[in-house]
């Protein structure tokens, strides 16, 4: 696990800076502060930073192959490469380590740019191929390791981090707001955007070859299934086998490996799995303190398992008191990012990172098990989408004048997105359901210039193109798959690698297994779910491995309880960051919308915690990026 940066100019005549390819390297330290790799050769320039996990005394990167003519930076783990190590060897290849990176190069050697179909893992990694003249870029299917990019006719350079691409001063601070638009609807920026024009997304499951004419060309090499399959007669029993094989592969380490248990169904499926294989591990889970604290805990439930499997339990304390903490979380998610689990992963990860370089972690299962409330919703919206419009409007504005109950929940809030009206397209009701501010509120936030520079509807169009790719799946297929391409990808995952690596810990994620996937995700339906039950299959694999409170659990995810907090111990930090004079000077939204907004949620009429959060965040992020941190001093 590290981080990798690069440069290739275009022009063989123009060297790269031996010293810029360290800066970059020194921006992303964090992400490998066991050992640093350069090399330069005239135009190209390659670096890299290690958290030494596979073959530690060797593996030093960057790695070439037999002739030198072509060299690998990577970042991530390949839980096949002994196999595949085998195959290689037998074939006459050299290898000069014991690691996996070195697998992939000779992949490449064999089969080019298809080597990554090969592959069983999470990875990001560059090869430059002397011969060719060319510079293969490449993300594992699922995007769990992160890949920048910035291609102009000067060439193109990557990095695992925003931050080291502007150490670089390979890009110019230009907001994208059409993006960051997209960042107040969702809470996140979906690939292949960043706030940044000039700056892209690798996207999961792509490579991207560089070439000086050429330049650069991007190529889809995965997809989730699309062909379903029938579910076998023994189906729970075979999802249970299907999950522990991957947990098995997912411990391949020359380190000790820890875990992440929050007592959700997810990570005490992957613990329970683990304990059942070898020794129990050591589990870390969250205790929530404040307002609304029992909303959110789960540590009863933990405390079960580890008694169970005789595990070994760490409580981290989570407290309300964060305004510390977000100025340092702003700066590791290098991008606006409002995903509410950002301080307790922030907190575990420093606890875990503490004794461990490696932790596995639950991360997935509501994807490939349909765990959100929204997968329920988009097929009861199927329904309600073919009520008459007036009547969708009629029901919508009741469903505004509810009030949000005292324990914070966000119930109401949820009920009034269903009753929002809408046409028939699955991405546009999904879309409806995961949208923080819907678009008339949105564009109201932004002052007058701005708001009529914004494109509209940018967040659409992508939740439609990715739909179409796919081709055009109904009903929960359709909620699943776009969960998959946006939300778990430049949301959830994103923010675990940033909040973990900023910390120096791997994580790991083996619901987040293409082999896992590929064998549950083409099953029907109604094998995933039952009626307004999410998650009866795995339920069902689970029985007898979980105490039967985990089974009936509600879910709470791995959130503190935020709306609580912002109106309680949290309400002078959003009221100073978002106050009028401060909103005046950045220039960029309407002070009296956001100061309703602010009485809304404190007065309960309605729960804001999505988009307060985004502003709060943003607020922050701008601050750290543009105007006293990382990219102040250019």
């Given amino acids: 696990m590290c981080g990798i940066v690069g440069i290739v100019h275009s022009d063989p005549a123009h060297p790269v800076s031996t010293a810029v390819v360290r800066q970059m390297c020194d921006a992303i330290r964090h992400r490998g502060p066991d050992d640093e790799g350069v090399h330069v050769d005239g135009p190209v320039g390659l670096g890299m930073r290690r958290l030494s996990i596979i073959d530690l005394a060797g593996s030093h990167q960057p790695i070439f192959n037999e ?91 990557f990095a695992s981090e925003l931050k080291a691409l502007h150490a670089a001063g390979l890009v110019e601070p230009t907001l994208d707001w059409d993006a960051l638009d997209m960042y107040f609807q969702l809470g996140y920026i979906p690939a292949p955007a960043t706030p940044f024009a000039g700056v892209t997304k690798l996207e999961p499951g792509h490579t991207a070859v560089w070439h000086p004419r050429r330049g650069l060309s991007t190529r889809a090499y995965w997809d989730l299934p699309r062909q379903r399959v029938a579910a076998p007669r023994d189906l729970p029993a075979r999802v249970g086998e299907w999950l522990d094989e991957s947990v098995r592969a997912h411990l391949v380490s020359d380190v000790p490996v820890a875990a992440f248990l929050s007592g959700g169904l997810d990570s005490s499926a992957v613990v329970a799995s683990w304990a059942l294989a070898s020794d129990a591990p050591h589990a870390f889970t969250a205790r929530y303190f404040g307002s609304g604290a029992a909303s959110a805990d789960e540590t009863h439930l933990a405390r079960q398992l580890a008694a169970r499997y005789g595990v070994k339990l760490t409580e981290v304390d989570i407290h309300p008191e964060v305004r510390d903490l977000l100025e340092p979380i702003a700066h590791a998610l290098d991008e606006p990012h409002a995903d509410q689990s950002a301080v307790p992963t922030w907190l575990l990860s420093q606890a875990v990172g503490a004794s461990y370089k490696v932790a596995l972690t639950g991360i997935g299962g509501d994807e490939l098990f349909a765990g959100y409330r929204r997968h329920i919703g988009l097929l009861a ?137 590929e064998r549950v995700f083409p099953l029907p339906d109604r094998a995933k779910i039952g009626l307004w039950q999410n998650k009866r299959l795995l339920k069902r694999a689970l029985r007898g491995r979980l105490p039967a409170g985990h089974l009936r659990a509600p879910k709470r995810g791995f959130v503190g309880p935020t709306a609580e907090w912002l109106r309680n111990e949290l309400r002078d930090v959003i009221e100073d960051e978002l106050s009028a004079e401060r909103l005046r000077r950045l220039g960029y939204f309407d002070p009296a919308v956001v100061r309703g907004l602010l009485d809304d949620h404190f007065a309960r009429r309605h729960n804001r915690e999505g988009i307060l959060w985004s502003l709060l965040c943003f607020s922050v992020w701008h601050r750290v990026y543009l105007e006293s941190g990382v990219l102040a001093g250019r």
């Fill in 381 to 517: 919206g199927e329904q309600y989408a073919l009520l008459p419009h007036a009547v969708q409007r009629g029901l919508s504005g009741l469903g505004n004048l509810l009030r949000e109950p005292k324990d914070a929940s966000l119930s109401v809030d949820r009920f009034k997105r269903f009753l929002r009206p809408g046409n028939g397209s699955a991405p546009d009701r999904f879309l409806g359901y995961v949208t923080r501010c819907v678009d008339a509120e949105r564009r109201a936030l932004y002052v007058s210039g701005l708001r009529e520079r914004l494109r509209s509807g940018r967040a659409v169009a992508r939740f439609r193109e990715l739909h179409e790719r796919h081709g055009a799946p109904a009903g929960l297929t359709a909620g699943l798959y776009l969960d998959y391409k946006t939300f778990l990808a430049d949301d959830v995952l994103a923010l675990s690698d940033r909040m973990a690596m900023a910390h120096s810990l791997e994580i790991r994620v083996p619901f987040v297994d293409h082999e896992l996937v």
């Fill in 67 to 157: 002739d030198r003519s072509a060299l690998i930076v990577f970042n991530g783990e390949i839980y096949n490469y002994q196999e595949l190590r085998r195959g290689l060897v037998a074939r006459g290849h050299a290898f000069a380590t014991q690691g996996d990176t070195e697998t992939i190069l000779h992949l490449y050697e064999e089969e080019g740019p298809a080597c990554v179909e090969r592959l069983r893992g999470m990875f990001a990694f560059a090869i430059w191929d002397a011969k060719a003249q060319t510079l293969l870029l490449a993300r594992d299917r699922f995007g769990i390791k992160p890949l920048y990019v910035a291609a102009a006719s000067w060439g193109v350079a």
